[in-house]
């Protein structure tokens, strides 16, 4: 079976574009691959964040995966500061990559070119702690939106560097990227992200959000004025975004959401997606608050790290005897 890894950051709230970009693939995936998920609490603290809000935003994002189908007995679900592997494999991935490859990596440029300050250098160097959580665990593909392309790029490149200076130590993994709903955009802006750490709360539906509610932000998501419905993402990005969404939450092919919507108006395809979105909600609410009465996180978090530990230890023994770190056979 290959195997897939992937993380997502305890930063802020669970949003749909979350759930279409990076829950649902997990979903489609766990019955064929065998699939690492880590919540990524070291990269959460690369921005300052207030423990308690941390440890809330940890709890409510695993019961969120679970209560979206993800099954503990298929998938690995572990919380990456249980893993030391990962801080280990990340300072020595730091060392090996240059301070040009990360000055080009997008979320640091962006956050200087919009002038904020006091950066951390975490922030800096995160990308090469991402390339360790990948590399760990030898995985053959890594499922992400458009957004973190550059990222699995960048661990391909630290990969192909370590094999060449010290065999071959690391599966060169390649990035999973699904043809609809990789980029779901705000609701608000369709040019711009929908993006758990923006502070738009019309455009950005969450996944705790009264059902009611997000069917709202539906009914008045930002549209295009064209007279014809048809799927164009350049032109009518607003549409397309809407019928993206649509097509992932139903598994109705884009084109056949477009053939049915051919002719028709902006409103009943409003109607359609805002109905989609309240189902998917309720069902996962509900689930939601059983699996948090439930108590059976912390259990599934310890098996999880467990087994992480063992592939994720032995990688870096591999690693630290290659760097000559260890002095001795045993
Ligand atoms: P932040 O604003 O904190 O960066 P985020 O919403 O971008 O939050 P991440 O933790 O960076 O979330 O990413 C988690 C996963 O969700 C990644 O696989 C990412 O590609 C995916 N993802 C994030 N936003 C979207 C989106 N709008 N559409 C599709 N996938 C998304
Ligand atoms: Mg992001």
Redesign the pocket.
């Known amino acids: 079976m290959k195997r897939m890894l992937?993380g997502?950051?305890p930063?802020?709230k669970l949003?749909l574009?979350?759930y279409?970009?990076?829950i649902k693939p997990c979903l489609d995936y766990q019955d064929d691959y065998e699939m690492f998920i880590f919540i990524a609490n070291q990269h959460a603290i690369t921005i300052n964040i207030d423990p308690k809000e941390l440890k809330q935003n940890t709890k409510d994002l695993i019961t969120l995966y679970l209560a979206s189908g993800l099954d503990p007995n298929k998938v690995t679900l572990f919380l990456q500061s249980d893993v030391p592997a990962h801080a280990q494999l990340g300072w020595a991935m730091t060392c090996h990559a240059y301070m040009g490859e990360l000055n080009r990596m997008t979320q640091y440029k962006d956050k200087c070119a919009k002038g904020e300050t006091n950066l951390t250098a975490g922030l800096f160097t995160y990308p090469a702690l991402m390339a360790a959580d990948i590399l760990l665990y030898d995985a053959d593909y890594v499922p992400?939106?458009v957004?973190?392309k550059q990222h699995v790029e960048l661990t391909r490149t630290l990969a192909e560097r370590f094999n060449n200076r010290y065999g071959e130590v690391f599966r060169v993994p390649d990035p999973l990227i699904s043809k609809v709903?990789?980029?779901?955009y705000s609701l608000q802006d369709p040019t711009k992200?929908?993006?758990?750490?923006?502070d738009n709360p019309k455009g950005t539906i969450n996944l705790l959000d009264e059902p009611s509610v997000a069917r709202k932000k539906i009914m008045s998501a930002v549209t295009d004025s064209y007279a014809n419905l048809v799927y164009d993402p350049e032109k009518q990005p607003g549409l397309a975004n809407l019928m993206q969404i649509l097509s992932v939450i139903t598994g109705e092919a884009i084109e056949s959401i477009a053939d049915r919507f051919n002719g028709k108006g902006y409103g009943e395809l409003k109607k359609e997606v805002g109905d989609a979105v309240y189902e998917l909600l309720s069902g996962l609410q509900a689930r939601y608050h059983e699996i948090q009465n439930s108590g059976i996180v912390e259990e599934i978090l310890a098996q999880g790290a467990a087994k992480a530990s063992v592939i994720a230890d032995r990688k870096v023994a591999k690693i630290y005897r290659k760097l000559g770190f260890k002095l001795f056979k045993k």
Do not use: F, L
């Open positions: 992937t997502i950051k930063t802020g949003t574009g979350n279409i970009g990076a992400v939106g957004d973190q709903g990789a980029k779901i992200k929908m993006s758990k750490s923006e």
